[in-house]
């Protein structure tokens, strides 16, 4: 029975809740984002949806969404078998954990990370390692100036984008072409097309995992995880056997010494540390490699932009050397282009899920404590937002008066206490990434391969359609190509 004062939307009926309107704006929209970011048009920024078993709320406008993220009676993160499955059927990690447990791992976590470059400067150094290897890739790729390469673009960055976290988790570097971390990041990218944020068919009706473990995501779900514990576990068995408590090299290894102390709490584990490595590796590689799909694709649509770059970048660091963090505050317009790629992919996506901890108001509608709330982050590309053409890739948008300046309403990362934790690297990521690129490279439609299409592919986080793009070398001024790097 629907709760008094519950937050309107589509009918319920009885086992099926609200999902039958809900599949029916699905397959007209094509995502469950736009489905909701238009369930909201008729029924207003606070939606109240029942799926399967459980009650969920869809917040679709900035005013409710900040109201909610700054609620500490929403901090809570969902706990149902979806998201315990993921660890071992506990609640470990820092995505989906909260209160007291997730504030002291979040904590350390954080501190830690520090020691070894993590939003610090010697990540720069991390990062430009591996856009030398991306460039030289590319390179090799284009044997001559004139031809040029054909690359498919949408899972490129994946293996690159990991060794930035993992050289600091785990002190490790993976072969861009590691044949068995590329088919990890596949089943995972596989993984979120077929379930998306707020579950799959298997923990909305719980019984489905018996009966249909197959076509209720199940089976999907666990072996993709399993797969995804066993490459975490033999890290962590490497770790172990050549673990020395006076000389940590990384974050294991501080972990592991965290773990010898008498005094240590509670909330730490090995699995504990497993789950974090679970959680940063899921909630790093996915978002960022995505983000760089979008960027790639506005890029190509938008050859302006990526002559606009190209300029700023010819003119403040000039061909001889690969850019850094350090010149990002002179690279305004390649920063705008990292901000608004970070728009179109978070402006596709939902946050990560709340519970309400307790029965809590939000807009005049009851909460029922336990109830799943989502952030639809659709307000990054609507005009109602303040964003003029908001389907339109114009850095510029972010530059007044030769500044940076940030809309009150981009929220790509968030906000509140459970705000992203990754936010410094994944700007620093996608901001290399492109100057690196587009100071040696031209990207434009690959011939005989139709533009590439903005659409989203539905999922847990957006991603893009498969796509293939021309890759050129740039030439310096007297029509030469750059020596390599
Ligand atoms: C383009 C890149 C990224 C985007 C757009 C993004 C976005 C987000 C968003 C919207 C949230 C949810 C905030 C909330 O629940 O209120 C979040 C949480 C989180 N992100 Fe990211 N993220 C990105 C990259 C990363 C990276 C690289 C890491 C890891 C190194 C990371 C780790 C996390 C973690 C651990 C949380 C949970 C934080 C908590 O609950 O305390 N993210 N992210």
Redesign the pocket.
């Known amino acids: 029975k629907k709760p008094p004062n519950f937050p309107p939307g589509p009918t319920w009926w009885p086992i099926l809740g609200s999902c039958l309107e809900l599949q029916k704006v699905r397959k007209q929209t094509g995502t469950l984002q736009e489905a909701t970011a238009m369930l909201s048009k008729k029924y207003g920024p606070v939606i109240g949806l029942k799926v399967g078993k459980d009650l969920s709320v869809v917040v679709c406008s900035h005013k409710h969404i900040k109201k909610f993220?700054t609620e500490d009676n929403f901090n809570g993160?969902p706990h149902g078998i979806f998201y315990r499955y993921r660890t071992w059927g506990y609640r470990r990690g820092?995505?989906l954990t909260d209160r007291e447990f997730?504030h002291e791992q979040?904590k350390f976590v954080l501190r830690h990370l520090k020691e070894f470059g993590f939003g610090q400067r010697n990540m720069s150094a991390l990062i430009e390692e591996e856009v030398l290897t991306i460039v030289d890739t590319l390179e090799k790729k284009i044997k001559s100036q004139k031809s040029g390469a054909i690359v498919r673009m949408d899972d490129f960055f994946g293996i690159h984008v990991i060794n930035t976290?993992w050289t600091m988790m785990a002190g490790t570097r993976y072969n861009p072409n590691d044949v068995k971390l590329k088919s990890l990041q596949k089943l995972l990218t596989i993984l979120f097309t077929k379930i998306d944020i707020i579950g799959a068919m298997f923990s909305h009706f719980p019984f489905l995992r018996f009966v249909a473990p197959e076509y209720s995501g199940y089976n999907i779900y666990m072996d993709t995880h399993r797969r995804i514990w066993d490459f975490l576990d033999s890290e962590m068995e490497k770790h172990k056997q050549t673990f020395s408590p006076d000389n940590p090299r990384d974050f294991m290894d501080i972990y592991l010494k965290a773990l010898m102390s008498p005094t240590k709490k509670d909330s730490f584990s090995e699995k504990q540390l497993m789950a974090i490595c679970l959680?940063?590796f899921i909630?790093?590689s996915e978002?960022?490699n995505k983000?760089l799909g979008f960027a790639f694709i506005h890029l190509v649509l938008n050859p302006q932009v990526q002559t606009k770059c190209q300029e700023e970048i010819d003119r403040v660091i000039g061909r001889d050397r690969l850019p850094t963090l350090n010149d990002r505050s002179q690279l305004q317009y390649v920063e705008a282009t990292v901000l608004e790629a970070?728009r179109h992919?978070?402006g596709r996506?939902f946050?990560?899920p709340?519970r309400a901890l307790e029965d809590t108001y939000l807009d005049g509608y009851l909460i029922p404590k336990d109830t799943t709330i989502l952030?639809n982050?659709r307000i990054l590309l609507s005009e109602e937002s303040g964003f003029e053409e908001p389907e339109a890739f114009k850095p510029e948008r972010f530059i007044k008066d030769g500044r940076i300046e940030l809309p009150d309403n981009y929220i790509?990362?968030?906000?509140?206490?459970?705000?992203?934790?990754?936010?410094t690297?994944?700007k620093a990521?996608?901001f290399l990434i492109i100057a690196g690129l587009l100071q040696r490279f031209n990207f434009s439609v690959a011939p005989g391969h139709p533009p590439p299409s903005t659409e989203s592919v539905d999922g847990v986080t957006p991603g893009p359609q498969p796509f293939s793009v021309l890759v050129t070398a740039r030439l310096d001024n007297n029509n030469n190509k750059l020596p390599a790097v």
């Open positions: 993220l993160r820092l995505l997730w979040r976290l959680d940063l909630a790093g978002t960022t983000t970070l992919f978070g996506a946050a990560v709340h952030a982050l790509p990362f968030g906000y509140g206490k459970h705000r992203c934790l990754g936010e690297l994944a990521n996608i």
